[in-house]
């Protein structure tokens, strides 16, 4: 399977930005989004589970929303009240071992 993301930019604090990735076959895996910072590891921000259920990191709870359309074979991530501590390179996956490149997201103060 092929990932490739779109939807980064540059966006204030208190924005929204819409993450998208394109998968190129049929996803039956967990999905999820990961970002990494400058400087930092990359870090879980949100899991879809084939069951439905859904999984946030603490900091992007009630924020985020990740979703996904087994029609088209996508994975979004809807981001709002966006901080400046949510920068960084953003990536789409299908777990455990296909990623997408990053799409560069940055908040500005």
């Known amino acids: 399977v092929q990932l490739q993301a779109s939807g980064g930019g540059l966006v204030q604090a208190g924005g929204s930005l819409r993450l998208s990735c394109q998968a190129s076959?049929?996803?039956?895996?967990?999905r999820a989004w990961y970002r990494q910072a400058p400087g930092k590891q990359r870090e879980l921000v949100a899991r879809?589970?084939?069951?439905?259920?859904?999984t946030y990191a603490d900091s992007v709870r009630g924020r985020f929303t990740i979703s996904t359309d087994n029609t088209k074979n996508t994975i979004d991530l809807q981001m709002n009240n966006l901080k400046p501590d949510d920068t960084g390179l953003y990536f789409c996956?299908?777990?455990?071992?296909?990623w997408g490149r990053g799409t560069l997201v940055t908040v500005s103060s």
């Open positions: 879809f589970k084939p069951d439905g259920s859904t």
């Open positions: 076959g049929t996803i039956t895996n967990a």
């Open positions: 996956a299908v777990e455990p071992r296909f």
